[in-house]
């Protein structure tokens, strides 16, 4: 059980255009679930929070205008990285978590490349 | 503000060697969460423990065991008998107790288990 999916596991895309990320928790109602931006040899930095049906919180320094999060139901949601450049290359991680546990599950990550 | 410090940025032994990830924590919170993750070079995270602040137990599960002290505020992690297959980047994180739960993340170690 406990079991979190990303899709895609990866993407390329042009400078400019925008991506979607999708995170679904699979077996589970995800009550929160967390967006991580993981970038070469580097730990992982949270970039926001989100409850369904709530907006997401996100954290000092991520531009939200540029990361639209969008937590529709309790087992979507969803990343979108707008007018992506290069910078915005790295690997991105969602969790989830019931409003039961404390545990947090992972999701696979998407490798996002920008060109 | 939470703060996880891994200070060992890579580790390397040669297999069956015994090997100590170190972690060191800083929270005003009185009751916290530690966990301790890894991840191979697939990327996906490897949920290993979560300890909560009031349990000082060690605890020993096969070839890992973790070592919890408030006094030092560390929450060290220790292979036995290493192998190839626990090479992997090996992250302490923290969360509070209560709020949205948020993970902090420590800079991560990466361990090296040479044959």
């Known amino acids: 059980g406990a079991v979190v999916s990303q899709h895609p596991s990866w993407v390329i895309c042009k400078s400019g255009t925008s991506v979607k990320i999708e995170c679904r928790s699979l077996?589970?109602?995800?009550?929160?679930m967390f967006w991580y931006r993981q970038f070469p040899k580097q730990s992982l930095m949270l970039m926001a929070t989100s409850n369904e049906g709530s907006k997401a919180t996100y954290e000092q320094g991520v531009e939200k205008d540029k990361f639209l999060i969008n937590h529709a139901s309790l087992t979507l949601s969803t990343l979108t990285v707008t007018s992506a450049h290069p910078e915005d290359s790295s690997f991105y991680i969602c969790?989830?978590?019931?409003?039961?546990?404390?545990?947090?599950?992972f999701g696979p990550g998407t490798r996002l490349t920008v060109t | 503000a939470q703060k996880v410090t891994q200070a060992q940025t890579e580790i390397s032994v040669v297999e069956k060697e015994d090997v100590t990830l170190d972690c060191v924590y800083e929270?005003?919170?009185?009751?916290?969460?530690l966990f301790w993750y890894k991840q191979p070079p697939s990327g996906e995270l490897v949920f290993l423990i979560r300890?909560?602040?009031?349990?000082?137990q060690n605890e020993i599960s096969g070839r890992y065991s973790w070592n919890f002290q408030k006094s030092t505020s560390s929450f060290n992690f220790t292979i036995t008998a290493s192998q190839v297959v626990d090479s992997a980047v090996y992250f302490c994180a923290l969360s509070e107790a209560g709020g949205a739960q948020k993970l902090v993340f420590g800079q991560g170690t990466r361990l090296t288990i040479n044959p």
């Open positions: 300890r909560n602040s009031f349990d000082e």
């Open positions: 969790s989830a978590r019931t409003s039961l546990y404390y545990e947090q599950y």
């Open positions: 929270t005003r919170d009185t009751t916290y969460y």
């Open positions: 077996d589970f109602q995800a009550t929160t």
